[in-house]
Protein backbone atom coordinates (compact mmCIF):
# COMPACT_ATOMS: atom_id res chain seq x y z
CA UNK A 1 0.00 0.00 0.00
CA UNK A 2 1.34 3.33 -1.00
CA UNK A 3 1.81 5.98 1.72
CA UNK A 4 1.37 9.79 1.60
CA UNK A 5 1.22 12.26 4.14
CA UNK A 6 -0.32 15.72 4.00
CA UNK A 7 -1.68 18.23 6.67
CA UNK A 8 -5.24 18.75 5.66
CA UNK A 9 -7.25 15.83 4.11
CA UNK A 10 -10.59 17.39 2.60
CA UNK A 11 -13.07 14.35 1.74
CA UNK A 12 -15.52 15.34 -0.94
CA UNK A 13 -15.08 17.46 -4.28
CA UNK A 14 -18.59 19.74 -4.24
CA UNK A 15 -18.09 23.24 -3.92
CA UNK A 16 -17.54 23.69 -0.29
CA UNK A 17 -14.73 20.73 -0.68
CA UNK A 18 -13.24 22.70 -3.63
CA UNK A 19 -13.15 25.84 -1.81
CA UNK A 20 -11.63 24.22 1.32
CA UNK A 21 -8.78 22.77 -0.83
CA UNK A 22 -8.38 25.98 -2.46
CA UNK A 23 -8.30 28.57 0.16
CA UNK A 24 -5.93 25.93 2.09
CA UNK A 25 -3.31 25.83 -0.44
CA UNK A 26 -3.56 29.95 -0.41
CA UNK A 27 -2.25 29.42 3.19
CA UNK A 28 0.14 26.78 2.13
CA UNK A 29 -0.95 24.07 3.80
CA UNK A 30 -0.25 20.49 2.28
CA UNK A 31 -4.06 19.20 1.28
CA UNK A 32 -5.64 16.34 0.08
CA UNK A 33 -8.85 16.25 -1.87
CA UNK A 34 -10.52 12.90 -2.68
CA UNK A 35 -13.99 12.85 -4.28
CA UNK A 36 -15.68 8.97 -4.82
CA UNK A 37 -16.88 10.51 -7.96
CA UNK A 38 -14.88 10.29 -11.14
CA UNK A 39 -15.94 13.90 -12.10
CA UNK A 40 -17.83 17.37 -11.20
CA UNK A 41 -21.58 17.54 -10.75
CA UNK A 42 -23.60 16.95 -13.95
CA UNK A 43 -26.97 18.41 -12.26
CA UNK A 44 -26.87 22.10 -11.05
CA UNK A 45 -28.17 20.94 -7.29
CA UNK A 46 -27.28 24.86 -6.81
CA UNK A 47 -27.20 27.80 -8.55
CA UNK A 48 -27.38 31.47 -6.54
CA UNK A 49 -24.01 32.37 -5.30
CA UNK A 50 -24.22 35.34 -2.77
CA UNK A 51 -22.52 38.58 -2.42
CA UNK A 52 -20.32 37.39 0.40
CA UNK A 53 -19.40 33.79 -1.70
CA UNK A 54 -18.80 36.44 -4.76
CA UNK A 55 -16.42 38.48 -2.38
CA UNK A 56 -14.40 35.50 -2.04
CA UNK A 57 -14.39 34.58 -5.76
CA UNK A 58 -13.06 38.34 -5.92
CA UNK A 59 -10.14 37.46 -3.62
CA UNK A 60 -9.09 34.19 -5.44
CA UNK A 61 -9.21 36.25 -8.82
CA UNK A 62 -12.34 33.95 -10.22
CA UNK A 63 -15.09 36.77 -10.06
CA UNK A 64 -14.56 37.71 -13.73
CA UNK A 65 -14.87 34.13 -15.19
CA UNK A 66 -17.71 33.12 -12.53
CA UNK A 67 -19.76 36.04 -13.95
CA UNK A 68 -19.26 34.87 -17.49
CA UNK A 69 -20.33 31.54 -17.03
CA UNK A 70 -23.68 32.65 -15.00
CA UNK A 71 -26.76 34.62 -15.64
CA UNK A 72 -27.18 38.40 -16.51
CA UNK A 73 -28.35 39.67 -12.44
CA UNK A 74 -31.01 42.33 -14.04
CA UNK A 75 -33.36 39.83 -15.76
CA UNK A 76 -32.68 37.14 -13.72
CA UNK A 77 -32.65 37.87 -10.03
CA UNK A 78 -36.21 37.69 -9.85
CA UNK A 79 -38.72 35.68 -8.40
CA UNK A 80 -42.22 35.04 -10.40
CA UNK A 81 -45.60 33.08 -9.89
CA UNK A 82 -48.15 32.11 -11.42
CA UNK A 83 -50.55 29.22 -12.73
CA UNK A 84 -47.68 28.79 -16.11
CA UNK A 85 -45.09 31.08 -17.05
CA UNK A 86 -47.43 31.28 -20.01
CA UNK A 87 -50.76 32.39 -17.80
CA UNK A 88 -51.96 35.61 -17.79
CA UNK A 89 -51.91 35.66 -13.68
CA UNK A 90 -48.22 35.01 -14.10
CA UNK A 91 -46.20 37.97 -12.31
CA UNK A 92 -42.54 38.88 -11.46
CA UNK A 93 -40.70 40.93 -8.91
CA UNK A 94 -36.97 41.56 -9.01
CA UNK A 95 -34.52 41.73 -6.55
CA UNK A 96 -33.61 45.27 -5.13
CA UNK A 97 -29.99 45.61 -6.82
CA UNK A 98 -29.69 49.59 -6.50
CA UNK A 99 -30.51 48.89 -2.77
CA UNK A 100 -28.04 46.23 -1.98
CA UNK A 101 -25.63 46.64 -4.40
CA UNK A 102 -23.18 49.47 -2.95
CA UNK A 103 -22.61 47.39 0.22
CA UNK A 104 -19.89 45.33 -1.63
CA UNK A 105 -18.08 45.58 -4.82
CA UNK A 106 -19.82 42.91 -5.93
CA UNK A 107 -22.84 41.04 -5.86
CA UNK A 108 -25.21 37.88 -5.65
CA UNK A 109 -24.85 36.06 -8.77
CA UNK A 110 -26.39 33.42 -10.64
CA UNK A 111 -24.03 30.80 -11.86
CA UNK A 112 -25.02 27.11 -12.28
CA UNK A 113 -23.58 24.54 -9.65
CA UNK A 114 -22.24 22.26 -12.45
CA UNK A 115 -20.59 24.95 -14.21
CA UNK A 116 -19.27 26.43 -11.16
CA UNK A 117 -17.51 23.39 -9.90
CA UNK A 118 -15.68 22.99 -13.24
CA UNK A 119 -14.07 26.42 -12.52
CA UNK A 120 -13.00 25.58 -8.81
CA UNK A 121 -11.82 22.37 -9.27
CA UNK A 122 -9.10 23.76 -12.08
CA UNK A 123 -8.49 26.66 -9.41
CA UNK A 124 -8.32 23.43 -6.61
CA UNK A 125 -6.44 21.15 -8.71
CA UNK A 126 -3.64 24.32 -9.65
CA UNK A 127 -3.05 24.71 -5.99
CA UNK A 128 -3.82 21.39 -4.32
CA UNK A 129 -3.69 17.73 -4.76
CA UNK A 130 -7.43 16.71 -6.09
CA UNK A 131 -8.17 13.30 -6.95
CA UNK A 132 -11.57 12.46 -8.14
CA UNK A 133 -12.89 9.12 -8.76
CA UNK A 134 -11.45 8.42 -5.25
CA UNK A 135 -13.04 6.83 -2.05
CA UNK A 136 -12.56 7.19 1.61
CA UNK A 137 -12.54 3.45 2.20
CA UNK A 138 -11.31 3.82 5.95
CA UNK A 139 -10.39 5.68 8.93
CA UNK A 140 -9.11 5.94 12.53
CA UNK A 141 -8.41 9.09 14.66
CA UNK A 142 -4.63 8.62 16.43
CA UNK A 143 -4.17 5.03 15.22
CA UNK A 144 -4.34 4.09 11.42
CA UNK A 145 -5.75 0.52 9.82
CA UNK A 146 -4.45 -1.97 11.85
CA UNK A 147 -2.63 -0.79 14.16
CA UNK A 148 -0.92 1.94 12.69
CA UNK A 149 0.02 5.23 14.15
CA UNK A 150 -1.09 8.22 12.50
CA UNK A 151 0.67 11.16 11.72
CA UNK A 152 2.15 13.83 14.44
CA UNK A 153 0.57 15.25 17.06
CA UNK A 154 -2.55 12.13 16.67
CA UNK A 155 -4.31 13.12 13.88
CA UNK A 156 -6.11 11.05 11.51
CA UNK A 157 -4.90 7.92 9.85
CA UNK A 158 -7.31 7.13 6.05
CA UNK A 159 -7.22 4.42 3.56
CA UNK A 160 -8.72 6.05 0.11
CA UNK A 161 -9.04 4.00 -3.18
CA UNK A 162 -8.25 4.84 -5.97
CA UNK A 163 -10.40 4.55 -9.90
CA UNK A 164 -7.87 1.82 -10.08
CA UNK A 165 -8.68 -0.07 -6.82
CA UNK A 166 -5.28 1.04 -5.45
CA UNK A 167 -5.21 2.11 -1.89
CA UNK A 168 -3.24 4.67 -0.28
CA UNK A 169 -2.62 5.54 3.23
CA UNK A 170 -2.98 9.10 4.18
CA UNK A 171 -1.44 10.27 6.93
CA UNK A 172 -2.42 14.26 7.89
CA UNK A 173 -3.17 16.33 11.04
CA UNK A 174 -6.92 17.18 10.60
CA UNK A 175 -9.58 15.79 8.25
CA UNK A 176 -12.32 18.26 6.95
CA UNK A 177 -15.63 16.53 6.08
CA UNK A 178 -17.49 18.34 3.06
CA UNK A 179 -18.99 14.74 1.75
CA UNK A 180 -22.60 16.02 1.98
CA UNK A 181 -26.04 15.31 3.93
CA UNK A 182 -25.44 11.68 4.23
CA UNK A 183 -21.90 12.56 5.47
CA UNK A 184 -20.41 9.09 6.12
CA UNK A 185 -17.56 10.65 7.95
CA UNK A 186 -20.40 12.43 10.19
CA UNK A 187 -21.83 8.92 10.71
CA UNK A 188 -18.37 7.21 11.82
CA UNK A 189 -18.03 10.28 14.31
CA UNK A 190 -21.41 8.84 15.67
CA UNK A 191 -22.36 12.81 15.71
CA UNK A 192 -26.38 13.41 15.86
CA UNK A 193 -28.15 14.70 12.82
CA UNK A 194 -30.74 16.54 13.91
CA UNK A 195 -34.13 18.30 13.01
CA UNK A 196 -38.01 17.36 11.53
CA UNK A 197 -38.67 14.28 9.09
CA UNK A 198 -38.74 15.00 5.62
CA UNK A 199 -40.04 18.17 4.66
CA UNK A 200 -40.80 16.57 0.78
CA UNK A 201 -40.01 13.96 -1.50
CA UNK A 202 -39.18 15.88 -4.37
CA UNK A 203 -38.16 15.34 -8.27
CA UNK A 204 -35.97 17.93 -10.22
CA UNK A 205 -36.47 17.30 -14.25
CA UNK A 206 -33.42 19.37 -16.38
CA UNK A 207 -34.37 20.18 -19.80
CA UNK A 208 -33.32 21.80 -22.82
CA UNK A 209 -36.44 24.33 -24.84
CA UNK A 210 -36.28 27.46 -26.39
CA UNK A 211 -38.52 29.37 -23.94
CA UNK A 212 -37.49 32.31 -26.25
CA UNK A 213 -40.73 33.41 -26.81
CA UNK A 214 -41.55 34.08 -23.24
CA UNK A 215 -41.30 38.33 -22.54
CA UNK A 216 -38.38 40.04 -20.27
CA UNK A 217 -41.05 40.56 -17.51
CA UNK A 218 -41.52 36.54 -17.14
CA UNK A 219 -37.59 35.67 -17.10
CA UNK A 220 -37.03 34.77 -13.48
CA UNK A 221 -34.55 32.93 -11.70
CA UNK A 222 -37.09 31.31 -9.66
CA UNK A 223 -40.68 30.94 -10.40
CA UNK A 224 -43.71 29.18 -8.37
CA UNK A 225 -46.37 27.19 -10.40
CA UNK A 226 -49.81 26.37 -9.07
CA UNK A 227 -51.63 24.39 -11.99
CA UNK A 228 -50.16 21.90 -10.82
CA UNK A 229 -48.11 23.00 -8.49
CA UNK A 230 -44.11 23.29 -8.96
CA UNK A 231 -41.73 25.58 -9.49
CA UNK A 232 -39.31 26.37 -12.58
CA UNK A 233 -35.83 27.50 -12.76
CA UNK A 234 -33.40 28.89 -15.06
CA UNK A 235 -30.14 27.16 -15.42
CA UNK A 236 -28.60 29.17 -18.17
CA UNK A 237 -30.30 32.12 -19.52
CA UNK A 238 -30.63 30.08 -23.24
CA UNK A 239 -31.35 26.83 -23.06
CA UNK A 240 -30.98 24.83 -20.10
CA UNK A 241 -34.02 25.08 -17.28
CA UNK A 242 -35.31 22.83 -14.31
CA UNK A 243 -38.81 22.12 -12.88
CA UNK A 244 -39.58 20.64 -9.40
CA UNK A 245 -42.16 18.99 -8.30
CA UNK A 246 -42.73 16.05 -5.76
CA UNK A 247 -43.95 12.76 -4.84
CA UNK A 248 -45.96 11.39 -1.97
CA UNK A 249 -44.53 7.90 -0.80
CA UNK A 250 -47.07 7.83 1.67
CA UNK A 251 -49.40 7.54 -1.10
CA UNK A 252 -47.35 5.20 -3.34
CA UNK A 253 -45.43 7.95 -5.25
CA UNK A 254 -41.86 7.03 -5.65
CA UNK A 255 -39.15 8.04 -8.37
CA UNK A 256 -39.85 5.58 -10.64
CA UNK A 257 -43.07 7.55 -11.77
CA UNK A 258 -41.40 10.16 -13.34
CA UNK A 259 -40.81 8.28 -16.76
CA UNK A 260 -40.40 9.87 -19.85
CA UNK A 261 -44.03 10.65 -20.86
CA UNK A 262 -44.73 12.05 -17.45
CA UNK A 263 -41.57 14.46 -17.48
CA UNK A 264 -42.48 15.96 -20.25
CA UNK A 265 -45.92 16.37 -19.68
CA UNK A 266 -44.53 18.05 -16.14
CA UNK A 267 -42.35 20.38 -18.47
CA UNK A 268 -45.14 21.49 -20.35
CA UNK A 269 -48.00 22.17 -17.87
CA UNK A 270 -45.13 24.21 -16.07
CA UNK A 271 -44.62 26.15 -19.59
CA UNK A 272 -47.98 26.37 -20.37
CA UNK A 273 -47.19 25.08 -24.06
CA UNK A 274 -49.07 21.66 -24.82
CA UNK A 275 -46.43 21.00 -27.60
CA UNK A 276 -43.27 22.74 -26.57
CA UNK A 277 -40.17 20.73 -28.53
CA UNK A 278 -38.42 19.25 -24.94
CA UNK A 279 -35.31 17.84 -24.77
CA UNK A 280 -34.96 16.30 -21.37
CA UNK A 281 -31.34 16.26 -19.93
CA UNK A 282 -32.11 14.21 -16.83
CA UNK A 283 -34.29 13.12 -13.64
CA UNK A 284 -32.91 13.61 -10.07
CA UNK A 285 -35.08 12.41 -6.91
CA UNK A 286 -33.85 14.65 -3.78
CA UNK A 287 -34.83 15.37 0.04
CA UNK A 288 -36.27 18.94 1.55
CA UNK A 289 -34.68 18.94 4.64
CA UNK A 290 -33.71 21.54 7.26
CA UNK A 291 -30.85 19.82 9.16
CA UNK A 292 -28.43 20.53 11.79
CA UNK A 293 -25.51 18.71 13.37
CA UNK A 294 -25.33 18.58 16.88
CA UNK A 295 -21.45 19.23 16.65
CA UNK A 296 -19.24 20.52 14.12
CA UNK A 297 -15.91 18.66 14.95
CA UNK A 298 -14.50 15.98 16.83
CA UNK A 299 -11.04 15.80 17.83
CA UNK A 300 -9.57 16.24 14.75
CA UNK A 301 -12.50 16.16 12.39
CA UNK A 302 -14.76 18.75 11.32
CA UNK A 303 -17.60 18.61 9.39
CA UNK A 304 -18.45 21.36 6.83
CA UNK A 305 -20.96 22.49 4.28
CA UNK A 306 -23.91 19.74 4.11
CA UNK A 307 -22.39 17.36 6.24
CA UNK A 308 -22.90 19.88 9.21
CA UNK A 309 -26.29 21.66 7.87
CA UNK A 310 -28.72 21.26 5.37
CA UNK A 311 -31.12 24.11 4.15
CA UNK A 312 -34.56 24.12 2.41
CA UNK A 313 -33.09 25.40 -0.94
CA UNK A 314 -35.87 28.37 -0.57
CA UNK A 315 -32.90 31.17 -0.71
CA UNK A 316 -30.05 29.44 -2.23
CA UNK A 317 -28.35 29.69 1.25
CA UNK A 318 -27.09 26.10 1.41
CA UNK A 319 -23.53 25.97 -0.86
CA UNK A 320 -22.67 29.50 0.58
CA UNK A 321 -23.28 28.74 3.56
CA UNK A 322 -20.78 26.03 3.58
CA UNK A 323 -18.45 27.76 1.60
CA UNK A 324 -18.22 30.47 4.79
CA UNK A 325 -17.42 26.85 6.69
CA UNK A 326 -14.64 26.70 4.80
CA UNK A 327 -12.97 30.02 4.87
CA UNK A 328 -13.68 30.26 8.68
CA UNK A 329 -11.72 26.96 9.34
CA UNK A 330 -9.08 27.29 7.18
CA UNK A 331 -6.97 30.17 8.10
CA UNK A 332 -7.54 28.66 12.04
CA UNK A 333 -5.88 25.15 10.93
CA UNK A 334 -3.30 26.95 9.16
CA UNK A 335 -2.59 29.13 12.49
CA UNK A 336 -2.18 26.38 14.37
CA UNK A 337 -0.11 24.53 11.47
CA UNK A 338 2.13 27.33 11.15
CA UNK A 339 1.57 30.53 13.24
CA UNK A 340 2.06 28.65 16.39
CA UNK A 341 -1.86 29.26 17.79
CA UNK A 342 -3.10 27.14 20.48
CA UNK A 343 -5.40 24.26 19.67
CA UNK A 344 -8.23 26.14 21.23
CA UNK A 345 -8.35 28.42 18.29
CA UNK A 346 -9.87 25.31 16.64
CA UNK A 347 -12.78 25.56 19.11
CA UNK A 348 -13.83 28.40 17.60
CA UNK A 349 -15.17 26.89 14.70
CA UNK A 350 -17.81 25.11 15.58
CA UNK A 351 -18.86 28.52 18.83
CA UNK A 352 -18.76 31.09 15.50
CA UNK A 353 -19.98 28.87 12.30
CA UNK A 354 -22.90 26.73 13.93
CA UNK A 355 -25.36 29.60 15.11
CA UNK A 356 -25.00 30.89 11.59
CA UNK A 357 -25.84 27.23 10.60
CA UNK A 358 -28.95 27.23 12.29
CA UNK A 359 -30.28 30.58 11.83
CA UNK A 360 -29.43 30.11 7.96
CA UNK A 361 -31.43 26.87 8.30
CA UNK A 362 -34.61 28.43 10.12
CA UNK A 363 -34.80 31.49 7.66
CA UNK A 364 -34.88 28.86 4.78
CA UNK A 365 -37.46 27.57 6.39
CA UNK A 366 -39.40 30.68 6.51
CA UNK A 367 -38.68 31.41 2.93
CA UNK A 368 -40.53 27.90 2.06
CA UNK A 369 -43.51 28.35 4.45
CA UNK A 370 -44.49 30.98 2.18
CA UNK A 371 -44.50 28.76 -0.88
CA UNK A 372 -46.46 26.29 1.25
CA UNK A 373 -49.11 28.37 1.93
CA UNK A 374 -49.45 29.62 -1.63
CA UNK A 375 -49.41 25.99 -2.68
CA UNK A 376 -52.34 25.37 -0.45
CA UNK A 377 -54.34 28.11 -0.99
CA UNK A 378 -54.10 29.32 2.57
CA UNK A 379 -51.87 32.58 0.81
CA UNK A 380 -53.06 34.47 -2.24
CA UNK A 381 -50.54 35.13 -4.96
CA UNK A 382 -50.24 38.93 -5.04
CA UNK A 383 -49.48 38.43 -1.45
CA UNK A 384 -47.15 35.16 -1.89
CA UNK A 385 -45.56 37.42 -4.88
CA UNK A 386 -44.81 40.37 -2.66
CA UNK A 387 -43.29 38.17 0.32
CA UNK A 388 -41.26 36.17 -1.85
CA UNK A 389 -39.69 39.01 -3.62
CA UNK A 390 -39.10 40.59 -0.37
CA UNK A 391 -36.88 37.40 1.03
CA UNK A 392 -34.98 37.32 -1.83
CA UNK A 393 -32.70 40.49 -0.19
CA UNK A 394 -30.74 39.00 2.08
CA UNK A 395 -28.10 40.69 2.64
CA UNK A 396 -28.34 41.15 6.28
CA UNK A 397 -28.67 37.41 6.58
CA UNK A 398 -25.37 36.89 4.45
CA UNK A 399 -23.31 39.88 4.99
CA UNK A 400 -24.31 41.07 8.56
CA UNK A 401 -23.82 38.24 10.77
CA UNK A 402 -20.86 38.39 13.09
CA UNK A 403 -18.93 35.93 15.76
CA UNK A 404 -18.49 36.50 19.11
CA UNK A 405 -15.66 33.80 20.47
CA UNK A 406 -12.68 33.96 22.06
CA UNK A 407 -11.20 34.38 18.26
CA UNK A 408 -12.68 38.02 18.88
CA UNK A 409 -11.49 40.91 21.41
CA UNK A 410 -14.79 42.90 21.78
CA UNK A 411 -14.22 46.28 22.42
CA UNK A 412 -17.59 47.38 24.40
CA UNK A 413 -19.68 48.65 21.65
CA UNK A 414 -22.81 47.12 21.17
CA UNK A 415 -24.04 45.44 17.54
CA UNK A 416 -26.22 48.01 15.49
CA UNK A 417 -29.92 47.97 15.98
CA UNK A 418 -32.04 46.27 12.54
CA UNK A 419 -35.18 46.12 12.45
CA UNK A 420 -35.12 43.67 9.84
CA UNK A 421 -31.84 41.76 10.40
CA UNK A 422 -32.83 39.20 7.54
CA UNK A 423 -32.96 41.95 4.34
CA UNK A 424 -31.25 44.83 5.97
CA UNK A 425 -27.61 44.71 6.50
CA UNK A 426 -25.45 47.99 8.26
CA UNK A 427 -21.80 48.25 7.92
CA UNK A 428 -20.06 48.34 10.96
CA UNK A 429 -16.40 47.53 12.01
CA UNK A 430 -17.17 46.29 15.30
CA UNK A 431 -15.08 43.50 16.65
CA UNK A 432 -16.91 40.16 14.99
CA UNK A 433 -18.49 41.67 12.11
CA UNK A 434 -17.61 40.76 8.30
CA UNK A 435 -14.78 44.36 7.65
CA UNK A 436 -16.88 46.64 5.61
CA UNK A 437 -16.42 47.28 1.94
CA UNK A 438 -15.59 51.30 1.08
CA UNK A 439 -14.54 52.50 -1.85
CA UNK A 440 -11.27 53.87 -2.48
CA UNK A 441 -9.05 55.89 -4.69
CA UNK A 442 -6.74 53.33 -6.31
CA UNK A 443 -3.43 54.63 -4.71
CA UNK A 444 -2.10 50.99 -4.88
CA UNK A 445 -2.20 47.67 -7.05
CA UNK A 446 -5.03 45.30 -6.59
CA UNK A 447 -8.12 47.30 -7.16
CA UNK A 448 -10.69 47.13 -9.78
CA UNK A 449 -9.35 47.91 -13.07
CA UNK A 450 -9.60 51.02 -15.03
CA UNK A 451 -12.23 52.64 -12.88
CA UNK A 452 -9.30 54.34 -10.18
CA UNK A 453 -10.66 52.52 -7.26
CA UNK A 454 -9.86 49.88 -5.11
CA UNK A 455 -12.11 48.34 -1.94
CA UNK A 456 -11.07 47.85 1.41
CA UNK A 457 -12.02 44.69 0.92
CA UNK A 458 -9.16 43.98 -2.24
CA UNK A 459 -6.85 45.36 0.53
CA UNK A 460 -7.11 42.07 2.70
CA UNK A 461 -5.03 39.15 2.02
CA UNK A 462 -4.79 35.73 3.08
CA UNK A 463 -3.06 36.77 6.44
CA UNK A 464 -4.27 39.44 9.07
CA UNK A 465 -4.45 42.91 8.00
CA UNK A 466 -3.88 46.06 10.16
CA UNK A 467 -6.17 49.19 8.70
CA UNK A 468 -4.87 52.31 9.81
CA UNK A 469 -5.35 55.91 9.02
CA UNK A 470 -2.04 57.07 7.09
CA UNK A 471 0.38 58.83 9.55
CA UNK A 472 -0.99 56.94 12.98
CA UNK A 473 1.85 54.92 13.77
CA UNK A 474 -0.11 52.06 13.48
CA UNK A 475 1.57 50.65 10.68
CA UNK A 476 4.92 50.07 11.97
CA UNK A 477 3.55 48.98 15.17
CA UNK A 478 2.10 46.34 13.23
CA UNK A 479 5.01 45.61 11.14
CA UNK A 480 6.96 44.71 14.19
CA UNK A 481 4.60 42.97 16.15
CA UNK A 482 4.40 40.39 12.76
CA UNK A 483 8.08 40.38 13.07
CA UNK A 484 8.08 39.09 16.84
CA UNK A 485 5.06 36.74 16.55
CA UNK A 486 5.74 35.09 13.57
CA UNK A 487 1.81 35.51 12.37
CA UNK A 488 1.45 37.23 8.88
CA UNK A 489 0.25 40.38 8.88
CA UNK A 490 0.05 43.48 6.16
CA UNK A 491 0.15 46.76 7.61
CA UNK A 492 -2.14 49.30 5.32
CA UNK A 493 -2.02 52.47 5.64
CA UNK A 494 -5.18 54.52 3.86
CA UNK A 495 -5.48 58.15 3.87
CA UNK A 496 -7.86 60.74 4.34
CA UNK A 497 -7.69 62.46 0.93
CA UNK A 498 -5.96 61.71 -2.22
CA UNK A 499 -1.96 61.15 -1.59
CA UNK A 500 -0.10 59.44 -4.47
CA UNK A 501 0.71 55.78 -3.57
CA UNK A 502 -1.76 55.39 -0.86
CA UNK A 503 -5.45 54.43 -0.98
CA UNK A 504 -7.72 57.07 0.14
CA UNK A 505 -11.07 57.65 1.29
CA UNK A 506 -12.29 61.03 3.23
CA UNK A 507 -15.25 58.64 4.83
CA UNK A 508 -13.42 54.92 5.25
CA UNK A 509 -11.77 56.16 9.02
CA UNK A 510 -15.68 57.40 10.46
CA UNK A 511 -17.31 54.47 8.30
CA UNK A 512 -14.55 51.76 10.52
CA UNK A 513 -15.44 53.92 13.86
CA UNK A 514 -11.72 55.23 13.69
CA UNK A 515 -10.27 58.52 14.97
CA UNK A 516 -6.81 59.95 13.56
CA UNK A 517 -5.19 57.44 16.06
CA UNK A 518 -7.52 54.09 15.45
CA UNK A 519 -6.50 50.79 14.25
CA UNK A 520 -8.42 48.09 13.20
CA UNK A 521 -7.29 44.16 12.65
CA UNK A 522 -8.63 42.14 10.06
CA UNK A 523 -8.63 38.24 10.61
CA UNK A 524 -7.98 36.15 7.59
CA UNK A 525 -11.91 35.63 6.80
CA UNK A 526 -12.13 39.21 6.83
CA UNK A 527 -14.00 39.68 9.88
CA UNK A 528 -12.80 41.67 12.45
CA UNK A 529 -10.72 40.86 15.08
CA UNK A 530 -9.85 43.80 16.94
CA UNK A 531 -10.54 47.46 17.08
CA UNK A 532 -8.98 50.45 18.78
CA UNK A 533 -10.68 53.56 17.94
CA UNK A 534 -7.94 55.70 19.33
CA UNK A 535 -4.98 54.39 21.24
CA UNK A 536 -0.65 55.21 20.70
CA UNK A 537 0.48 52.93 18.53
CA UNK A 538 2.47 50.04 20.10
CA UNK A 539 3.72 46.49 19.27
CA UNK A 540 3.09 44.89 22.66
CA UNK A 541 -0.74 46.10 22.41
CA UNK A 542 -0.91 43.94 18.79
CA UNK A 543 1.45 41.24 20.08
CA UNK A 544 -1.15 40.83 23.10
CA UNK A 545 -3.95 40.95 20.89
CA UNK A 546 -3.02 38.20 18.00
CA UNK A 547 -1.93 36.24 21.35
CA UNK A 548 -5.61 36.05 22.32
CA UNK A 549 -6.85 35.55 19.16
CA UNK A 550 -4.57 32.60 17.88
CA UNK A 551 -5.77 31.24 21.87
CA UNK A 552 -1.46 30.56 22.81
CA UNK A 553 0.21 31.37 25.83
CA UNK A 554 2.93 33.75 24.32
CA UNK A 555 4.26 34.95 21.37
CA UNK A 556 5.45 32.06 19.02
CA UNK A 557 7.59 31.96 15.86
CA UNK A 558 6.10 30.47 13.21
CA UNK A 559 7.32 27.07 12.30
CA UNK A 560 8.98 26.30 9.05
CA UNK A 561 6.93 25.44 6.32
CA UNK A 562 7.69 21.76 5.09
Request: overall charge negative; glycine content about 12%; charged content about 20%.
Amino acid sequence: MKELEVEVLVVGGGPVGLCAAIELSRLGISTLLVERHPGTSIFPKARLVTTRTMELFRAWGIQEEVEAAGMPREEYLAVGVGSSLSAPDFVRAAAELDRDAPQSPTYTFLCAQDVLEVILRRLATARADVRFGTELTDVRFGTGPAGVRSSAGGGVAAVVSGPGGEETLVRCRYLVAADGSRSGVRDRLGIAWEGPPPLGHMISIMFEADLGFLPADRRAALSFLTDPPCAVEAVDHRERWMVQTGYEPEQGGSPEDFTEEVCLRAVRDAVGVPGLPVRLLGVLPWLQQAMLAAAFRAGPVFLAGDAAHVATPQGGFGMNCGIQDAHNLAWKLAAVLRWGAGEELLETYEAERRPVARRTVDESLANALITWQMMEGRLPMAEAIRQQAGRRSSEGLVLGFHYDSAAVVPDGTAPPAIDDPYRTYVPVARPGHRAPHVWLSNGSPGGAPGDGRVSTLDLLGPGFTLLSPAGSGWAEAGTRAAAMTGVPLTAVEIAGDDTPGIPSSPTWAKEYGLGPQGAVLVRPDGHVGWRTPAAAPAPTALTTTLTTLLSHPSPTPASPSP
